[in-house]
């Protein structure tokens, strides 16, 4: 039985009827908005020696639609940038209740965390899918990469941009297919108080706090501080803690002057009970572990048709933990030598410190070769059947991680504007240095403890643990890379139509790793526990560039061409190295390559007040690692991947406030050379909806009432492959529908209410490699949000 809607089934996926029937939802509200009465009456007379308010009108800013995308590489209007940039700016955010990275990224189709992780180990942080390839090493704050496991928060977040595409000439080494930029709040010129409190489903309780005030109006100093504190639980899901608080003191000099520093520090301290999944028993495409099994009697082919376990269960332990730090200091001078000459200097000191342990579980059969019992009991040992009350599931994995990163930069760009070849030219040079590194240390197997089983059906996270004792085992790995960038992009326009573009960029690499394992081997001259160092290094210089042809209709819109490259080096990750032969992370294999071409188009509509864009893509990624068909010992990069794909998205405000958000993409992925990677035997990519929607309208009514409300498509998805069997191969497509209403109670504070997955839809959010286990989908949920402005 699919999973489905708890009433209702999912309907056929139209995408284009769905983003009318999204836009079209506020009519119902009313009209357009009836203009705002003129002050009845003269004003007294002021008292003698009173301040009179006066008030400057201007253009009210458009709370969706960004016009320009955030990093200073991009030095045109999105509407004239020859690429697919989605930037979600925090309205949006706020209005959805949205408070983390990933949550955010439902605004943007084709991008989510749908990958769990692989075997017993659960990924942490943004894990991040981008068209077909995870994007989570592609994280940038402020244009600079942002490294570890965490869970990125957005109370100190302006904007959010989702630039699609190879990132190599933009940012160095990255994701095939994009990366992802978060601009933090700065300091203004203007005195601002306001903070919210929110409290919802599963004991939700969070604060934040944003002030900002001017020391000196005359020099330009100001101060800006924003803060949070949340204490929730997660809704549908029992035991799970998200646990959190968090400054960000930012102080700016000089603002309004030729000359700026800007000192910003952020710190992030995280204390939660991490989510590792349930069974995917029950689930559509799931069947017997041992159906395989040469012994017709012992294949258990009951557990074809097993219920699905209730996905409030919690099948970890109490005791389990997800504990991180995280600190970010940052120096930025910008100076201005002229209207048309600018130079911006960014230095950042980064740490991630992660502390982590998980109660992992792997529904496996029975050895087939040993015939040992696996870790889903249900039989006696004379082979009766239980009862399913009493089919108990082993928890024999206790999965941890204690983990460093730290990056330490500093970039400079130099922004000129000149007239040269009969053209205006806008180029941006500049130069990076960075070193990254990442620690990790192992622990003794016996030192995490032994869980006792738990039942299937009703499992018991405060069952009996013995032998805590986390101790590490002298294992560790550390790994580190130096990299010296060059980089040059230019702007070229002919007249008023044509605009040409092109980007260089140089990354000179050295990743140097250092591990120790400990040896496993029995029979050999090592004793088993002795240590055995890994000493590796990789050396080399990546050059990317992207090249891009536009032209200007009308002043408003634009058609383009672009192409563009982005390289990932082995170790390029996560600065871990290999020796192993099948290994992409081996120094001997060269970078992964991947090659992009875009066509697409922009409009900006109704005074520029709402943007239209589209695009259609190939992205060619080449290098991957394979095995000799013939010789086994053999590894080549004959391996091909492709992705093609359309895109389509709007944003801004259609009629005075009506604000509407809204993209669809569909994506068409194959492994053109090489094995495939999918448990279905199906040539496509992995953690990939084929189909994916998302929109978001919201309408103000003239009585000060806000309502929105919006829809979100995931199509179908294959999982990797891993040899694991009768487990699910893919997860079905599903709908989620979210609805908001805010009412002003005067101008200082308002109320909103958010009501999630309002018909209570079922379905799988993420699914691990091996199909053992999955994150079930969040309920009905609801939150009551107060906003206070001063």
Sequence with gaps: MAIKSRKHATPAFTPMNTLLAAMLLP??????????????????????????????????????????????KYTELLVNTPQTITVIKRELIEQQGAVTLTEALANTPGVGAFFLGENGNTNTGDAIFMRGFDASSSIYVDGVRDMGSISRDTFNVEQIDILKGPAGTDSGRGSPTGSVNLTSKQAQMQDAYSGRVTVGSAKQKRATADVNQVLSAEKGIAFRFNALAQDSGKPGRDVIKNKRWAIAPTVSFGLGSPTRLTLSYLHVDQDNIPDGGVPTIGLPGYSSPDSNNKDAAKRRLYLNSAAMV??????????????????????????????????QNTARFGKTKQDYLLTAFMVTGLNATTGAVGNLITETPAGVVLPTSQWMLKRNTRTIKDQRNEILTNQTNLTAEFDAAGMKHTAVAG?????????????????????????????DPSAALTGLNPTRSGAFTDGSTN????????????????????????????????????STATGTAIPVGTPVPTNLTASDTLVNGK????????????????????KQPPGGNNFALSASANSAANPKFDPQETVTQEIGGKWDLLKQKLALTGAIYRTTVKNEVEQDATDLTKYYQTGKKRVEGIEIGVTGEIARGWLVSAGYAHMKTEVLSGKTISASGENQLTYTPKDSFTAWTSYTLPMGLKIGGGLRYSGDMLRGTDGAVGTPAFV???????????????????????INNITDETYVAAINKSGYRYTPSTPRSASLTANFRF
């Design 547 to 566: 090249l891009s042809a536009l032209y200007k209709p009308t002043p408003d819109s634009s058609v383009y061409a672009t192409v563009a490259t982005s």
């Design 483 to 518: 990299t010296q960038s060059l980089y040059l992009f230019d702007t070229a326009k002919l007249g008023e139509q044509w605009m040409f573009s092109g980007g260089i960029r140089a990354d000179h690499y050295r990743t140097t790793y250092n591990a120790v394992a400990l």
């Design 310 to 343: 209730d996905p409030e269960g919690f099948y970890g332990s109490t005791s389990d933990y997800d504990k991180v730090k995280a600190d970010m200091a940052t120096v930025r001078v910008d100076h201005d030598f002229s209207p048309s000459l600018k130079l």
């Design 732 to 754: 079905e497509g599903y709908w989620v529908a979210n609805a908001m209403a805010a009412y002003a109670i005067n101008k200082n504070v308002d109320l909103q209410l958010n």
């Design 27 to 72: 009519m119902a509200a009313t009209g357009a908005h009836a203009a705002e009465a003129a002050a009845a009456g003269s004003s007294a007379a002021a008292p003698a020696g009173a301040v009179q308010e006066v008030r400057v009108e201007g253009a009210k800013e458009n709370e969706f639609k960004a016009d320009r995308a955030a990093s200073g």
């Design 431 to 459: 130069v990076e240095f960075t070193n990254e590194k990442q620690v990790s240390y192992s622990y003794l197997a016996a030192s995490l403890g032994t869980l006792a089983d738990t039942p299937l059906y009703a499992p």
